[in-house]
C-alpha cells in the first residue's frame, strides 16, 4: 500500500501541490508573522510555493491575511519579503 502524501493550498495561486514543495508562514501566539522552517511550529499557518509571485499574489488577494485570520501589518509583510529573500525565495 502507498503512502498518502500530504497536500496543501498555496494562499497566493490557489494550486494544491506537496506539503514538502511549500513555504509555511505562521501567526505564533504572540502575533508575530514568521516563517516556520520546521513545519511544525505553533500557531496558525499558511502556505506559499516557492516563488515571489505566490508571495505577491497572497499580499494583493489577501489569502495570508484569510488564513491567518488576522490582518497582517505592511511592516510585518516587509520583513516577511526579506526572510523569504534571504533563503533565496
Not at 502524501?5 to 514568521?34: L, Y
Request: proline letters at 3%; one cysteine or more; aromatic letters at 4%.
Amino acid at each position: 500500500m502507498q503512502k498518502k502524501i500530504p497536500m496543501r493550498k498555496c494562499v497566493g495561486c490557489m494550486e494544491m501541490k506537496e506539503k514538502k514543495e511549500m513555504i509555511r508562514v505562521i501567526k505564533s501566539p504572540e502575533g508575530d508573522v514568521k516563517i516556520d522552517f520546521t513545519g511544525k511550529a505553533n500557531g496558525r499557518g499558511a502556505y506559499l510555493c516557492r516563488s515571489e509571485e505566490c508571495l505577491k499574489k497572497a499580499f494583493k488577494n489577501k489569502g495570508l491575511e484569510r488564513s491567518l485570520k488576522s490582518s497582517v501589518p505592511e511592516d510585518e509583510l516587509q520583513k516577511l519579503k526579506k526572510e523569504l529573500s534571504e533563503i533565496g525565495f
